[in-house]
Nanobody, 126 residues
Framework: VQLQAFGGGLVLDGDSLRLSCAAS????????MGWFRQAPGKEREFVAA????????YYSDSVKGRFAISRDNAKNTVYLQMNSLKPEDTARYYC????????????????????WGLGTLVTVSS
């Protein structure tokens, strides 16, 4: 499956932004979808993930209550709505797709996602 993320940009502290990730090539609903981010000089970290049917979301503690992940399997797209953005949210955001069996702890691990997009840059200015 090929992934392409859209929607990054430069925003101000407290603003909102919506990222989209379009998938092509395979049956989208077969995949768990996740969002990860990597800030300059830091390791890639988990942001959010969503189950295949879209019924169960997972969030990192740093974004819980501010970000919302959703998916539209008919449009082969996963979204990340980001509200109340902070300068520390500045990073390149990557969408990722994982197949196979996922347990509750699996969603948070980057190694369980085999397909990655190139990412989209989000910059939050104070």
């Amino acid at each position: 499956v090929q992934l392409q993320a859209f929607g990054g940009g430069l925003v101000l502290d407290g603003d909102s932004l919506r990222l989209s990730c379009a998938a092509s090539g395979r049956t989208f609903s077969d995949y768990v979808m996740g969002w990860f981010r990597q800030a300059p000089g830091k390791e890639r970290e988990f942001v959010a993930a969503i189950s295949r049917a879209g019924s169960i979301p997972y969030y990192s503690d740093s974004v819980k209550g501010r970000f919302a992940i959703s998916r539209d399997n008919a449009k082969n797209t996963v979204y990340l709505q980001m509200n109340s953005l902070k300068p520390e949210d500045t990073a390149r955001y990557y969408c990722a797709a994982g197949s196979g069996r996922f347990y509750s702890g699996s969603y948070y691990q980057a190694g369980n996602y085999l397909h990655w997009g190139l990412g989209t840059l989000v910059t939050v200015s104070s």
